[in-house]
């Protein structure tokens, strides 16, 4: 007779296509970490093939249990740690590990920010093929309690069933969600609005036919819900309106510094150039150390922003341009010369497209200043500056994001 499966034999069965080489099923290994991949996962070796195990530790020694072999790679989870790094320490938040929100928190904020620097000069190796020194992370001021937008998700809600309200649990891309009541990155302002708009959420769950995201905004007039909301944003001298809903950077405490050097790498030229310019940030705020400043970007309510935020500091030598992708530079060239402007580029994370990339080299501004959220597509578009007529001077990442993997790296380059 055919006995029923108990749940912890379900959890041993392989999945459908789990491929048995080399280590089977739920196969338990011991192994040294040697390193921590730009996803925040440690990284190993059993001879020449290589395992990766999340939340481990490089100089770690530890357990762990195989659940999927790659190509070239097995994936494992971390059982025990058998000798623990001196860099490592006990989370702040409960769901570290469980929600995919942080990749660091058992790191220390010193081995957090030299794993960043690393990561930065790996990629450039790697994807870039560019062997340049990396300057030391510049740390946050605040490395909890420092998010200024938090956008937690919902799943469709099922009768019968609670909703969690959170972020996607760690390794289930688009699986399951973590339910998260408080996030210890987010600002006290934010953790404070975050029940009320949970229950708000969980009152009106039966006319939900899918699932979606709240938006809680930290704001100078209190926690903003309202995607289409204009709220405002005050860095330094300057004050900045956009959409609560849209893209702007939610560090307010690291974010002053970074403009700050930003513009300064991009000063002693007479114009300058935005590109990717968003509501004006880097326009603005380099505005008095450039004869004419122009920013450019491809949507035009951002532009609407930007020129509105001109008026809102007073400025009066920049202008904004809503241009098309094929004709970034059309109305700048006729008015700037390349070799007396620098350009601060600061794209989305997917990097800089071809098309600007060939239209950028063309007008073929003195120096680059080049902010990316993105290392990996940065470095393959240095890679491509370098091998059409600029030469790399500096690497400076930022830690704007302490606690999770992400890192923002400004690079400087100079036409030769």
């Not at 040294?32 to 440690?42: K, P």
């Not at 001196?86 to 769901?95: A, S, W």
């Not at 003195?366 to 393959?380: E, F, I, K, M, N």
Request: aromatic share 8%; net charge positive; with cysteine.
């Amino acid at each position: 007779m055919k006995k029923n499966m108990s749940e912890n034999d379900k959890t041993r069965r392989p999945p459908r296509k789990f491929i048995p080489e080399p280590f089977s099923y739920h196969q338990e290994i011991e192994l040294d970490i040697s390193d921590i991949n730009n996803l925040g996962n440690g990284v190993g070796r059993i001879g020449s093939w290589v395992v990766v195990v999340p939340l481990a530790l490089a100089g770690e020694r530890v357990r762990a249990r195989v659940y999927a072999n790659r190509k070239n790679y097995s994936e494992a989870d971390l059982m025990e740690v058998l000798r623990a790094s001196p860099e490592r320490k006990n989370p702040e938040c409960p769901l570290f590990g469980k929600c995919g929100g942080c990749q660091y928190q058992h790191l220390s904020y010193e081995g957090q920010l030299a794993w960043k620097r690393k990561q930065v000069s790996d990629l450039m190796k790697r994807i870039g093929g560019v062997d340049f020194p990396v300057e030391p992370t510049r740390p946050s001021p605040k490395q909890f309690g420092y998010r200024s937008k938090l956008t937690p998700h919902f799943g469709r809600p099922r009768p019968g069933e609670n909703m969690p309200i959170g972020f996607v649990e760690r390794g289930r891309a688009g699986g399951g969600i973590v339910d998260v009541p408080s996030c210890p990155i987010a600002s006290d302002a934010i953790n404070a609005a975050l029940p009320a708009a949970r229950k708000a959420l969980w009152d009106r769950s039966s006319s939900l036919k899918r699932g979606g995201t709240l938006l809680l905004r930290d704001t100078p007039n209190g926690v903003c819900t309202d995607n289409n909301a204009v709220v405002e944003e005050k860095i330094g001298d300057f004050r900045y309106e956009f959409r609560a809903g849209e893209f702007f950077q939610n560090n307010p405490y690291a974010l002053p510094e970074l403009i700050k050097y930003a513009v300064s790498e991009a000063e002693g030229n007479r114009y300058l150039v935005d590109a990717y310019c968003g509501v004006g940030v880097f326009a603005i705020a380099a505005s008095d150390k450039f004869e004419k400043v122009a920013g450019v970007e491809i949507s035009e309510n951002a532009v609407s922003h930007a020129k509105a935020n001109l008026l809102l500091n007073k400025v009066s030598n920049c202008e904004f341009i809503a241009a098309s992708a094929e004709k970034i530079f059309d109305g700048i060239s006729r008015k700037f010369s390349g070799g007396e402007t620098s350009v601060i580029i600061d794209p989305p994370r997917s990097g800089c497209s071809m098309d600007f990339l060939s239209q950028l080299a063309e007008f073929a501004p003195s120096r680059l200043v080049y902010v990316s959220c993105g290392p990996d597509t940065q470095a393959r578009d240095v890679a491509w500056l370098v091998s059409n007529g600029y030469a790399l001077k500096k690497l400076q990442p930022f830690d704007l994001f302490p606690q999770t993997r992400h890192v923002e790296n400004v690079a400087t380059l100079e036409r030769i």
